[in-house]
């Protein structure tokens, strides 16, 4: 069960430990600066440039960016978080880069702050901040109506529903939902990446010119401890969230769990858009357990009127649905009792009779 839950006006949720959230992103930064400098001067980024990177965070893309355009261009980091903005700011002078500044800001009001630059801008950039920023679409558009034709608008944005490890290990898939059930109960968008070109278009932009790269290593170099690093951080929104212990996971199931936990629901609860018949509704109804299921293709059928049938799959009223059940101890008795006489209805000897009895005239008739 999941909803979507904003707990806090903040969505970008990994800073509950500032020196700690420093050292991640700029752990996280080194893993990705070589592929970043790539695309970036594929994209065009060169000398003499003045760019705006968006969600400049500690200031890695930025020092990148300043690096790659030289000491006749310059850089301007956007950063939301006060904290960041001050360490970016100290890497900065530790390195000496004197074309780079950072002004504390929403990348949601760009149209804003660009209508306020007062130079001129050859570049609007960002890495990983499109995902988090509820106006995305804003912030593109502001791209659209303010940037002179020709401006290079570059974003790298992430897939992050990818298979992070093959074979992929159970805990592996169970911590990484644990991430993706917190992205989207944040309302960051974890696919980023994939709708970089739809969003582009629906902002006015030109279709962008996309490119995809994955880091893909093994052995014992291979930076696993990125998901461990994010997990650490965004533990305390896991929590909050509930979304750590909400749900399990069990993958493989030998035959026993299988009845152990059909033994110990409460209820059953059924999504499934394409059924032929659904054996694990009837097998749920077996062992007295109220089932709550989405009317779809055999659905109806099969659980005749032994189920709560909901005529879509919106969370809000599955959890309704799963609390009436839940709650109503009269409606609960019937659902199980409904639900035996469901199970008998397809019992063997029932289905056999029905069979001889489809049978018998038409055997009759023929002599
Ligand atoms: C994943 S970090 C990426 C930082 C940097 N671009 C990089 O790749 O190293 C996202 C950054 O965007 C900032 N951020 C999130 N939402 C923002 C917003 N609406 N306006 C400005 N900054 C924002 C966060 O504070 C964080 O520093």
């Known amino acids: 069960m999941s909803a979507t839950v904003v707990p806090d006006p903040d969505p970008y949720a990994f800073a509950s430990d500032r020196s700690e959230e420093e050292r991640r ?19 065009g980024l060169r000398r003499g440039m003045h760019v705006v990177d968006l969600g400049s965070g500690a200031g890695d893309t930025t020092i990148l960016a300043a690096r790659l355009v030289g000491p006749t261009g310059s850089v301007l980091g956007i950063e939301r978080s006060p904290e960041q903005a001050a360490l970016a700011r100290r890497r900065v002078a530790d390195l000496g880069l004197d074309n780079v500044t950072f002004q504390e800001g929403d990348v949601a009001a760009l149209g804003d702050l660009l209508g306020g630059h007062p130079g001129p801008v050859d570049a609007v950039m960002g890495r990983l901040i499109l995902m988090w920023v509820p106006g995305r679409e804003t912030v593109l558009r502001a791209c659209a109506e303010r940037l002179a034709p020709g401006t290079l608008v570059w974003f790298l944005e992430g897939d992050l529903a990818y ?23 944040l309302g960051a968008e974890s696919r980023m990446g994939l709708k ?6 629906d902002a006015g932009l030109p279709g962008p010119t996309l490119e995809s790269r994955t880091i893909m290593t093994g052995g014992p170099t291979a930076p696993v401890w990125f998901l461990a690093n994010i997990v650490r951080a965004l533990l305390p929104t ?60 055999a659905v109806p059928e099969t659980v005749g009127d032994a189920s709560l049938l909901l005529p879509g799959k919106d969370p809000l009223e599955v959890a309704v649905a799963v609390q009436r059940v839940l709650s109503d101890d009269v409606l609960r008795k019937a659902m199980i009792e409904a639900g035996h006489r469901r199970v008998e209805h397809f019992s063997l000897a029932n289905n056999r009779c029905r069979l001889l009895g489809a049978l018998e005239p038409r055997i009759a008739a023929h002599g």
């Open 25 to 43: 992103l700029v752990a996280q930064s080194r893993l990705f600066e070589a592929v970043t400098e790539q695309l970036l001067r594929e994209a």
């Open 163 to 185: 298979d992070f490890a093959t074979p992929c290990p159970p805990l592996w898939t169970e911590v990484q939902g644990w991430f993706l059930r917190t992205l989207a109960g």
């Open 238 to 297: 896991m929590t909050q969230l509930g979304v750590a212990d909400a749900v399990d996971f069990t993958n493989d199931l030998k035959f026993p769990q299988l009845l152990a936990y059909y033994r110990a629901a409460d209820v059953f609860v059924s999504l499934s858009e394409h059924e032929g018949f659904c054996v694990p509704l009837v097998e749920a109804m077996h062992f007295g357990v109220p089932t709550v299921a989405f009317a779809s293709t």
């Open 196 to 201: 970089l070109y739809r969003s582009f278009r």
